[in-house]
C-alpha cells in the first residue's frame, strides 16, 4: 500500500515563507507526475503546481514566480517552496502523486493523496 506523507505546513506571517515536503512510501514501482493542491473550505481543490518525473513543471497562474515545486525521484519525495506567502494562500495543501504500484500479480497505476497540511497566513 502506498502512502503520502506531507509536512512544513503551519502559521507564518503575510510575506513569510514555507517549504512543504511530501514523501511517497510503499510498494512503489515509479511514480510519474507529482503535484501540490490546495483547498479552502467551499471551494473546489485546485491545482498550484506539478512537475513531471523527468523535472518539466507547471504552475497556476497567482502562484507563478512565488511558488517553486521541486522533487528528489531517489527520495520519492516533491517540494513545495512557497515565497511572499499571502493571506489569500491559506489553504489545506495536499499532495498527489501517479503511482505505479507493485502488487503480487504485476503493476498497478492509480492517483494517490496525502492527507493534507494545513498553511496559515495572518495578515
Known amino acids: 500500500q502506498v502512502q503520502l506523507v506531507e509536512s512544513g505546513g503551519g502559521l507564518v506571517q503575510a510575506g513569510g515563507s514555507l517549504r512543504l515536503s511530501c514523501a511517497a512510501s510503499g510498494s512503489i514501482f515509479s511514480i510519474n507526475a507529482m503535484g501540490w493542491y490546495r483547498q479552502t473550505p467551499g471551494k473546489q481543490r485546485e491545482l498550484v503546481a506539478a512537475?513531471?518525473?523527468?523535472?518539466?513543471?507547471n504552475y497556476a497562474d497567482s502562484v507563478k514566480d512565488r511558488f517553486t515545486i521541486s522533487r528528489d525521484n531517489a527520495k520519492n519525495t516533491v517540494y513545495l517552496q512557497i515565497n511572499s506567502l499571502k493571506p489569500d494562500d491559506t489553504a489545506v495543501y495536499y499532495c498527489n502523486a501517479d503511482i505505479k504500484e507493485i502488487r503480487l500479480w504485476g503493476t498497478t497505476s492509480h492517483d494517490a493523496w496525502g492527507q493534507g497540511t494545513q498553511v496559515t497566513v495572518s495578515s
Open positions: 512537475i513531471t518525473s523527468g523535472g518539466s513543471t
